[in-house]
Every structure is written in C-alpha cells, then in structure tokens.
C-alpha cells in the first residue's frame, strides 16, 4: 500500500511543471544611480608574482587628497601574501576591463586594509567617506565584489548586525555570504552609501567588515584626506577630539623620530640603554643546547639576585617542570659575554613566560646591567610603531626589527595581542619597546604570518605583584580590584604589605 502510495506521488510530481523563481539581484533593489556609481568605483585587485596569479580581491576608489591624475583603491590585506617575492606586482582590472599597474606606498603601516594607488585613470567614480549616515539596526545592506578575469560585477544582499554601543575600532558583520574574491570590496546600504570594507568571511555565513569610520580616521590621521571646508567648528571640533582619542598627536621629536626610522631603526640612545637589558638565555642537558630565547633584565623584590624575563620556549614542552632544575642547567650570557649559571624557582607557577634569576655574587660587574621598568604607564598609541630586540647566545650580537603595534583600546591586559612582523627564533622571550625605549610587552611565539603575539606589560607587573617578586611603591585601589578580578583569593591586607 506504501509502496503504491509513493508511486502516485511521484507521478503527481512528474505531471506538475516545475518552475524555477528567478531571484532578484541584489543591485537591481537599488537605484540606478547608485548602481552607476559602483559600477564605475567597484574594481578588482590581483597581486602576481611573474605570470602566475597569488591573490584576488575586489576594491573601491575612494575620496583622497591624492592627484587628480591618479586614483586610490581601498582593498584587502589579503591580497598580499603574507610572504611575498620581491616580483611582486599588483595589476587593477577597472570597470571599463582597462588592466592597470598599482602600487602600494609604506605597506607597513595597515593593519587591516590597504590602499592601493594607480595613475593615468579616468572615467572612475569615487566614493566618499564623509557622508554621515544615521544608524539603524538590522539595516539591509548590499555586498559587492568584481571578478578579475571576467570583470563582472557581483553583490549578495544581508543584514547590518551592527549596534549603536559598538566601538569605532571594533569589526563587526553582516548577514552578507561573499565569495573570496569579494574581500576588499564594499558594504553599501540601500541608498549606495559606503558602509564598510568587507574584511573576512566567517563560517557561521556572514561576513566580517571594517567600519567606514575606522577607514576614514586612519586616513586622516596619516594625511591621506582632509577635513573639508564648509564643515561647521562643532563637527570639526567633535572630528578633532575622536581623532585624539584614538590616535594621540605626537610630539614633533616624536614624529620626526618615527619619520626617520620607517624601517624600525631605533636610536643610538635607545639602542644603548636596550643592549645593557637584553640578554641571550640557553637550556642544556649536559653539554647539549636544547633550547635558545632571549631574556629581559627586569626590577625585583630580591636584593641577592638579578631576574631575567624570558619565554617558557626556553624549556622543551615534553620537559616536566618539576625535573627543570634537577636534569637542566640554564645559562644567561649577559651584554659584557659574561655566561652565568640561573635558576627558575617553583616553574610550575608560570604560563606564558618565565622568571630566570642569577646570583649577584656570580656577576663580575653588574653595576653594567639594567632593567626595563615594569611601572611605567604609557598613553596608548594605536598602530604606534614599535621594535622587537633579541641577543643570540653563541655570538652576543644584538638584533632589532621593527613594525606596528596592533593592540586596542578595548582589550583586556591579560589578552595577548600582535604586532605586524616575524621575528627570529631566538627573539622569542625578548622585550617590544617603543621607540623611546618603554617596555611594551615580551614577544612570546613565533607564528607563520607576519604576525607576533605579544604578552602586554601589566599583565606581567600583575603576575610578579602577587607572587610578591615585586613591590608598588603606591597601590591605586583600581589596580586592587583588578587583582582581586583576577585571583578572588587575593586579598590585599593579608597578602601583602606595600611600602608607603
């Protein structure tokens, strides 16, 4: 009788005529104007190595104080390779399938895009940056992409799960599903407006995107774009004061020392005062080198000894810690070549890093080591530019690279964030500074983009606090409830006695 059943219904299905629904376009919602602007401003980016094609993306030409005779196209960082040849060349493939050169100028200095600069163009629209748009969650929104080899323009349509409370740094999505190609492009609501840069996709089927304000802010802070005139005092003055809040104006010194060190060149002064704190650490069994980082002289609670910050790379991880000091000896070769026998007391209190100590009495002339300060506060610099220092331990030599700093205002100072290179080895363990010198974080592993995690500096001076390897010369009461956040158990009058 089932059998039967399944049998008519079949037939049923195979009589009734099966009619495809044509689905609308996601540009035909929108206006022919507004259709006609992206068609003429939505590109598509392609970097080569020789012939052979690395990475597609989609752009959209933006409103600079470039000339009138180039254009500039805001893209993805994806469409570099993290490591890539010095052949590289970019090639753009405009609306009217003309394929131009671009270049990209500093490209150490993006974090989450880049703009990519072309000359000799014309016929191209621009889309701008300034126009406020009054917020409305749940908006529909529209992605766009073009393709490289086709040209073609292509758009998917969504949902902007934006929120009003959110952050101007902070990435957010939409319900938008792009294909790869279409990362660069633009997210644009209904009226063509320029919402954001769509960033990443996701696997939950949306679609990651850098806000119009974060893009717009860091091109005014780096002179790309301009206030323009006609804008009233109130809302340049409002512009002025976000633009601080993320960005602190530096000081002249300060530019002109960034401006001279675009490669991450730190100062003769600075370099100076670093290579007496920088240290080169080994792990041994017997008289084979196991492992090599680099250390850092910090400031400690212990008159006898000297303490050294360093990764816990130092010991290999199928090593138990409580047969480190059994079976292990540690060397620390300090900045005179001096090779000194240190200690890890209890290792199994440590996460991230560890505290390697010497005995003063070992040191001929310690007086020539100095620490990094723990204490001092720093006014937070969003991509600040910032150098990763590190010593090997066979030869002594001192080493530098530098990059930027990718840490926000939002995080937490237990989360560890990134900075834009990739350091050796060795500078695993080694200190981030600044380039005044100031002790940003220790750079604690190695990852395969140019990319390294970074453990942040109170996170550290918290840690050594309630171990008591360290002592605050004046104990704010927010700090208090920070590390009683942290450890519930710790308790400030019990634990410790701080000095007036």
């Known amino acids: 009788m089932e059998n039967k059943k399944r049998r008519l219904t079949r037939g ?26 992206l068609s003429r401003s939505v590109v598509s980016l392609a970097s080569f190595d020789g012939d052979t ?124 599903r792009i294909r790869k190609a279409g990362i660069g492009g633009p997210l644009v609501d209904f009226d063509g407006n320029f919402v954001g840069m769509n960033s990443s996709r996701t696997k939950m089927e949306k679609t990651a995107y850098v806000r119009r304000e974060r893009i717009l802010r860091f091109l005014l802070h780096k002179g790309m774009v301009s206030v323009k005139e006609g804008v009233d005092d109130a809302t340049r003055a409002k512009m002025n004061s976000e633009m601080k809040a993320i960005w602190p104006s530096l000081s002249a010194k300060s530019a002109a020392r960034l401006s001279e060190s675009r490669k991450g060149a730190l100062s003769k002064q600075v370099l100076s005062r670093l290579s007496m704190s920088v240290v080169a650490l080994a792990s041994f069994d017997g008289d084979t080198m196991l492992r090599e980082c680099t250390g850092i002289c910090v400031e400690s609670a212990c008159p006898d ?110 989360e560890k964030m990134l900075s834009t290179w990739r350091i050796h080895e060795v500078g695993i363990g080694g200190p981030l500074v600044d380039f005044d010198g100031n002790f940003v974080g220790m750079n604690c592993s190695g990852t395969k983009q140019r990319k390294t995690p970074y453990v942040q500096r109170p996170s550290i001076r918290e840690f050594m606090f309630f171990r008591g390897m360290v002592r605050y010369a004046h104990f704010s009461v927010s700090m208090n409830h920070t590390l009683c956040l942290a450890y519930p158990c710790f308790s400030l009058t019990s634990s410790y006695t701080t000095s007036p």
């Not at 049923?12 to 602007?37: G, H, N």
């Not at 949902?159 to 938008?176: D, H, Q």
């Open 53 to 176: 094609k690395l990475r597609e993306c989609t752009g959209i030409c933006i409103e600079t104080s470039a000339p009138d005779s180039e254009a500039t196209i805001l893209t993805s960082r994806q469409l570099i390779p993290p490591t890539w040849p010095a052949s590289l060349t970019i090639k753009v493939r405009l609306s009217n399938n003309r394929i131009v050169t671009g270049r990209i100028e500093d490209p150490g200095i993006y974090v989450d895009f880049f703009i990519v600069n072309i000359r000799n163009v014309s016929g191209v629209d621009v889309a701008s940056l300034d126009g406020d748009m009054q917020f409305e969650p749940h908006t529909k929104v529209v992605a766009v992409w073009r393709c490289f080899n086709s040209g073609l323009l292509k758009s998917t349509r969504g949902l902007n799960l934006a929120s009003p409370s959110l952050l101007t740094g902070e990435t957010i999505v939409s319900t938008c």
């Open 12 to 37: 049923d299905e195979e009589q009734r005529p099966y009619k495809r629904v044509a689905r609308p376009s996601a540009l035909s919602q929108l206006s022919e104007q507004a259709v006609s602007r």
């Open 305 to 414: 000894a000297t303490c050294f910050l360093t990764s816990i790379n130092l010991i290999p991880y199928t090593w138990p810690r409580d047969k480190i000091a059994e079976s292990l000896t540690i060397k620390v070769r300090l900045p005179d070549h001096q090779a000194v026998t240190g200690w890890i007391e209890n290792p199994r209190l440590y996460v991230d890093y560890f505290i390697v100590k010497i005995k003063n009495v070992d040191v001929t002339g310690a007086a020539h080591l100095s620490h990094l300060s723990l204490d001092r506060a720093m006014p937070f610099e969003p991509y600040r530019k910032v150098a990763a220092v590190w010593r090997y331990f066979d030869s002594g030599e001192l080493k530098t690279t530098g990059g930027v700093d990718l840490a926000s205002l939002s995080v937490h100072i237990d």
